[in-house]
């Protein structure tokens, strides 16, 4: 598909239509959904921003790019003044103090935001049913799930309520919502994009990214959100990237896959047959590829899992009434502690934060946190040797299709062991996009750290093959 961002943009310009029009019809449509995907609406701020845009183009003032384009933000992000709720009850009432670096970005280049939107309550899960505002409802067949965590993101941009939408991943929740619901969805290089103002779930995976209609508006909107920012020591200066330099396939010679991931008990007999059908394609495009060895799922998915519960149930101490969360009083602090926390967070949650209490205590850490972290070093090192080998890695997004809404809550161990084909990209802090092709749930592309450039253009490649 074309670039959204551009097509709306000209008939803002050429006054094709006004964008106090545009935003009101995608407020209509965020406010009638039925697909659960919003938390709340940010009607009165759009409607000023989108006549001051009109006022500046009947006044034949010029306007960037991204003025006027309204889209979405995961409830997870702060944005001033706004309720920021990570679809959770402790935080149900909590407005934001200040604007995430990322998402203030795109409102100085004047994109407007229309809606804070349904997830998986503090990024936990896979699915966009663990929310105090019902389950999301998968874009393309309502009776299945969005996926997760960001599914609210993922089915305003499918069903084009948003024009983008700004998600959130740490082990998947860009790419694997993306993939259920047809559309794009970047996870950049850890560090890329500033993590300040998203709230913390797993500090050392956790990743910005948009999720959009075209490999263009993501390339566009990566570039705007991306640079170093005082605010998180862990992001870094980084190059724009221009359409020229992804537009042709030159420069992406060898390409690889995980031979495990495909020979999985796990994988449905489509996806790996469209996966393979797709690896034939390639080839006959004269680009080498090679069956790549990695570590086995399970590894991947109790790696991620331990780091993930330990660095969430650190991140959460946080919520305790004091500062932040709805307190409910009991007969002293530590029982008001107890009693906000355990009536506050879902189940999900507490499975969480007392698994991630356990791994890092006394007795428990050296034999298993310890354990995984020196297993992300080693996942990282393998994705070195990779690299060295091949310029992308392909993969599916998920071993299988999208489940029926409720099936996920009832087998959380089924749910955790459904992200093994993304986790292991998010340790290795590398950037992956997911594109709607090839699988019924897509097909993510992954390139060495910092070079998101060979990631857009082999997408662009594919579009045109297969
Ligand atoms: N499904 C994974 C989890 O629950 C990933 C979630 C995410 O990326 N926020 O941890």
């Given at each position: 598909m074309e670039s959204q961002i551009k097509k709306i943009h000209q008939q803002l310009v050429s006054k094709q239509?006004?964008?106090?029009?545009?935003?009101?019809?995608?407020?209509?449509?965020?406010?009638?959904?039925?697909?659960?995907?919003?938390?709340?609406?940010?009607?009165?701020?759009?409607?000023?921003?989108?006549?001051?845009?009109?006022?500046?183009?009947?006044?034949?003032?010029?306007?960037?790019?991204?003025?006027?384009i309204p889209f979405g933000i995961k409830d997870v992000y702060m944005v001033q003044g706004t309720y920021t709720t990570a679809s959770s009850d402790l935080l149900k009432n909590y407005k934001a103090a200040y604007t995430a670096t990322a998402i203030q970005?795109?409102?100085?280049?004047?994109?407007?935001?229309?809606?804070?939107?349904?997830?998986?309550c503090f990024g936990h899960g896979s699915s966009s049913e663990n929310t105090i505002f019902g389950a999301v409802k998968n874009a393309i067949d309502d009776t299945l799930v969005s996926g997760g965590s960001s599914g609210g993101s993922a089915v305003n941009v499918a069903k084009g309520y948003t024009v983008f939408s700004i998600g959130g991943d740490t082990g998947g929740s860009i790419r694997q919502p993306a993939g259920y619901n047809n559309i794009y969805g970047l996870k950049p290089t850890y560090g890329r994009i500033s993590r300040f103002g998203i709230m913390a779930y797993a500090s050392s995976t956790d990743c910005v990214g948009p999720l959009a209609k075209s490999i263009e508006d993501i390339r566009i909107l990566l570039n705007i959100m991306s640079g170093k920012d005082i605010k998180d020591q862990t992001s870094y200066t980084s190059q724009e990237i221009s359409r020229e330099n992804i537009a042709c396939v030159e420069g992406v010679k060898k390409i690889g896959y995980f031979?495990?991931?495909?020979?999985?008990?796990?994988?449905?007999?489509?996806?790996?047959?469209?996966?393979?059908?797709?690896?034939?394609?390639?080839?006959?495009?004269?680009?080498?590829?090679?069956?790549?060895?990695?570590?086995?799922?399970?590894?991947?998915?109790?790696?991620?899992?331990?780091?993930?519960m330990a660095e969430t149930a650190s991140n959460l101490s946080r919520l305790d009434g004091t500062?932040?969360?709805?307190?409910?009083?009991?007969?002293?602090?530590?029982?008001?502690?107890?009693?906000?926390?355990?009536?506050?967070?879902?189940?999900?949650?507490?499975?969480?934060?007392?698994?991630?209490?356990?791994?890092?205590?006394?007795?428990?850490?050296?034999?298993?946190?310890?354990?995984?972290?020196?297993?992300?070093?080693?996942?990282?090192?393998?994705?070195?040797?990779?690299?060295?080998?091949?310029?992308?890695?392909?993969?599916?997004?998920?071993?299988?299709?999208?489940?029926?809404?409720?099936?996920?809550?009832?087998?959380?161990?089924a749910m955790y062991l459904s992200d093994e084909y993304t986790v292991g990209f998010s340790l290795g802090q590398l950037p992956t996009l997911t594109v709607p092709q090839g699988t019924v749930t897509g097909l993510q592309i992954t390139a060495a750290k910092k070079n998101e450039e060979q990631v857009l253009k082999f997408a662009n490649f594919l579009k045109d093959t297969i």
């Amino acid at each position: 598909m074309e670039s959204q961002i551009k097509k709306i943009h000209q008939q803002l310009v050429s006054k094709q239509i006004t964008c106090t029009d545009l935003v009101q019809k995608r407020l209509n449509l965020l406010k009638q959904n039925t697909h659960n995907t919003v938390n709340s609406l940010l009607t009165e701020t759009a409607l000023v921003a989108a006549a001051k845009v009109d006022e500046k183009i009947s006044n034949e003032e010029e306007i960037g790019l991204l003025e006027g384009i309204p889209f979405g933000i995961k409830d997870v992000y702060m944005v001033q003044g706004t309720y920021t709720t990570a679809s959770s009850d402790l935080l149900k009432n909590y407005k934001a103090a200040y604007t995430a670096t990322a998402i203030q970005k795109l409102l100085d280049a004047g994109a407007i935001p229309l809606v804070k939107e349904n997830c998986d309550c503090f990024g936990h899960g896979s699915s966009s049913e663990n929310t105090i505002f019902g389950a999301v409802k998968n874009a393309i067949d309502d009776t299945l799930v969005s996926g997760g965590s960001s599914g609210g993101s993922a089915v305003n941009v499918a069903k084009g309520y948003t024009v983008f939408s700004i998600g959130g991943d740490t082990g998947g929740s860009i790419r694997q919502p993306a993939g259920y619901n047809n559309i794009y969805g970047l996870k950049p290089t850890y560090g890329r994009i500033s993590r300040f103002g998203i709230m913390a779930y797993a500090s050392s995976t956790d990743c910005v990214g948009p999720l959009a209609k075209s490999i263009e508006d993501i390339r566009i909107l990566l570039n705007i959100m991306s640079g170093k920012d005082i605010k998180d020591q862990t992001s870094y200066t980084s190059q724009e990237i221009s359409r020229e330099n992804i537009a042709c396939v030159e420069g992406v010679k060898k390409i690889g896959y995980f031979k495990n991931f495909i020979e999985s008990e796990a994988i449905d007999v489509t996806i790996k047959a469209d996966f393979l059908a797709v690896i034939e394609k390639i080839k006959a495009k004269g680009i080498e590829v090679k069956e790549l060895d990695f570590f086995k799922s399970d590894t991947l998915v109790s790696t991620y899992y331990t780091l993930a519960m330990a660095e969430t149930a650190s991140n959460l101490s946080r919520l305790d009434g004091t500062n932040y969360g709805n307190r409910i009083e009991d007969k002293n602090l530590k029982e008001t502690y107890a009693v906000t926390r355990s009536e506050n967070f879902s189940k999900e949650t507490k499975r969480r934060v007392v698994g991630g209490n356990q791994v890092l205590s006394q007795g428990f850490s050296d034999a298993i946190y310890l354990k995984a972290l020196a297993l992300k070093d080693q996942i990282s090192e393998s994705f070195e040797k990779n690299f060295k080998e091949v310029d992308i890695i392909l993969s599916p997004v998920t071993p299988a299709p999208p489940p029926v809404i409720g099936e996920s809550l009832n087998d959380p161990l089924a749910m955790y062991l459904s992200d093994e084909y993304t986790v292991g990209f998010s340790l290795g802090q590398l950037p992956t996009l997911t594109v709607p092709q090839g699988t019924v749930t897509g097909l993510q592309i992954t390139a060495a750290k910092k070079n998101e450039e060979q990631v857009l253009k082999f997408a662009n490649f594919l579009k045109d093959t297969i």
